[in-house]
C-alpha cells in the first residue's frame, strides 16, 4: 500500500523596499494572481501610531507605547481583494493613510520592543496562512521571513518614488509632507530595519521604468 501523499508547503513571497517603491499595489497583485493571502505589515505600525495618538501617549514613552501594542486588538484583513484593519473594533483602514500617522509612525515602529511583538504578530500569520501568502514591509526578507521561497527588494529611484506617493495621496499632502512620507521615513527605519540593500538570496527589482503589472509578472515568474 503506497504512502499518501505529503500536503506542499505553504507558497510564501516577501517582499521589502523603500517607501513609494509599489510594494503594497505590487504584493496586492501577486497575492490576486497567485491566488494567496495577502499582508502589510507596515499597517501594523500605522494601527499602532493611530492607537498611540488616541491614547495622547507621549512620543517618548516607549515603554507605554510597547504596552500598547502588546495589548491592542488587531485584526488585519488578508484578503487582498478587501484589504482592512481594526483596532479595538474601531475600523482604521482609511484612518491610517492620513498624513497625521505618516508622518508619526516611525516613531513607533522604531521602538525594539514593539518591532518583537508584532513581528511575532506577523510570523504566525504567515504560518497560518493557507495556501499561502505574500507580504509587503520594511524586514520581510530578513526578519519576518527569512525563509521564503520568493524574496524581492523593490527599489525605485527617489524622484519615481515621490511621484508615486503624490498619485496615491493627491491634494492630502504638502510637499513638505510628501519628502518627510518618502525620505525621512526610510532614514528613520532604516536604523532598525534592513530594507535599502538585498540580503544573500533577495533578488532586486527596479521598478523606476516598469508598470505596475511588469512587476507583477517579474514576481509571479519567480514564485
Known amino acids: 500500500m503506497s504512502s499518501p501523499t505529503p500536503a506542499s508547503e505553504p507558497t510564501v513571497v516577501a517582499i521589502d523596499g523603500p517607501s513609494g517603491s509599489g510594494k503594497s499595489s505590487t504584493a496586492r497583485g501577486?497575492?490576486?494572481?497567485?491566488?494567496?493571502?495577502?499582508?502589510?505589515?507596515?499597517?501594523?505600525?500605522?494601527?499602532?501610531?493611530w492607537l498611540v495618538l488616541q491614547a495622547d501617549v507621549e512620543p517618548t514613552d516607549t515603554v507605554a507605547i510597547a504596552n500598547l501594542a502588546r495589548h491592542m486588538e488587531l485584526e488585519v484583513s488578508t484578503d487582498p481583494q478587501r484589504p482592512g484593519v481594526q483596532v479595538n473594533g474601531h475600523d482604521v483602514t482609511e484612518a491610517i493613510r492620513s498624513p497625521q500617522i505618516s508622518a508619526f509612525v516611525s516613531t513607533v515602529s522604531t521602538v525594539p520592543a514593539v518591532r518583537e511583538h508584532l513581528v511575532r504578530v506577523q510570523q504566525e500569520i504567515v504560518a497560518a496562512a493557507e495556501p499561502g501568502i505574500v507580504?509587503?514591509?520594511?524586514?520581510?526578507t530578513t526578519v519576518v521571513a527569512p525563509q521564503a521561497e520568493v524574496r524581492v527588494l523593490l527599489v525605485a529611484d527617489p524622484s519615481a518614488r515621490m511621484a508615486r506617493?503624490?498619485?496615491?495621496?493627491?491634494?492630502?499632502?504638502?510637499?513638505?509632507?510628501?519628502?518627510?512620507?518618502v525620505v525621512r521615513r526610510d532614514a528613520d527605519d532604516s536604523t532598525v530595519a534592513r530594507f535599502t540593500t538585498a540580503a544573500d538570496g533577495v533578488v532586486v527589482i527596479d521598478s523606476t521604468q516598469l508598470s505596475l503589472a511588469e512587476v507583477v509578472d517579474e514576481i509571479c515568474a519567480l514564485a
Open 30 to 49: 501577486v497575492a490576486r494572481r497567485l491566488g494567496l493571502a495577502y499582508l502589510d505589515t507596515g499597517a501594523m505600525y500605522r494601527a499602532l501610531a
Open 135 to 140: 507580504l509587503e514591509g520594511r524586514d520581510t
Open 165 to 181: 506617493r503624490l498619485t496615491e495621496l493627491g491634494d492630502a499632502v504638502t510637499d513638505e509632507q510628501l519628502h518627510d512620507q
